[in-house]
């Protein structure tokens, strides 16, 4: 997957999250079914962004790029 459709499904779901856990603040805590699928959905797309963040920097490695240079790149790619 693209990082900057994973990043950005990523931020979205984590917006959703606080969302929910905003309206549980205010309505008082409860285990509904939007906050669990808010959260499920969080915790998915934190882990895909990490899992195509690990494969990137693996291949980094492979291509002798320094870990700086991939971070300054990965800063371009998700500015746009």
């Known amino acids: ?3 900057s459709t994973t990043t950005q499904q990523t931020l979205n ?5 606080l969302a929910a856990i ?4 205010h309505q008082g805590r409860n285990n509904s079914v939007d906050y669990r699928i808010a ?5 998915i797309n934190d882990a895909e962004l990490v899992s195509v963040l690990s494969d990137m920097l693996a291949r ?8 700086e240079r991939f971070l300054d790149y990965s800063a371009l790619i998700t500015a746009c």
């Open 1 to 3: 997957m693209e990082i």
């Open 13 to 17: 779901s984590n917006c959703r999250y």
């Open 22 to 25: 905003l309206f549980q603040y």
């Open 39 to 43: 959260r499920r959905d969080a915790h």
């Open 60 to 67: 980094t490695k492979t291509n002798n790029i320094s870990p």
